[in-house]
């Protein structure tokens, strides 16, 4: 991620502008089953959250990046992937 001018950075997979006081990132990234669950991926630009700092929300993104999270657009949660998640994914739970 670069910096493009104050308050805007700009990545190929992760982007985020400075609005109100709150970083507001977006990252490339696809929908998972059925419910408002995001993973990353090279799919359309998805927000993730709005973070007081630029490195909150970078180090969100890291987590998405490495595939141990997703994105919980419900409740706006960066949330870890465990067997519960799976098995809402595979329509088990």
């Known amino acids: 991620m670069k910096r493009l001018f104050p308050g805007l950075y700009s ?3 992760v982007r985020a502008e400075r609005t109100k006081g709150l970083w507001a990132f977006q990252m490339k990234a696809n929908r ?9 991926s090279h799919g359309l630009w998805t927000a993730i959250g709005d973070w007081r700092t630029l490195d909150t929300g970078l180090w969100v993104a890291s987590r998405l990046r490495a595939g141990t999270h997703f994105w919980d657009a419900e409740t706006a949660v960066a949330r870890i992937f465990d067997e519960a998640v799976y098995a809402v994914i595979r329509g088990e739970a």
Not at 32 to 40: K, M, S
């Open 11 to 13: 990545g190929e997979q």
């Open 32 to 40: 998972l089953g059925h419910r408002l669950w995001f993973e990353f």
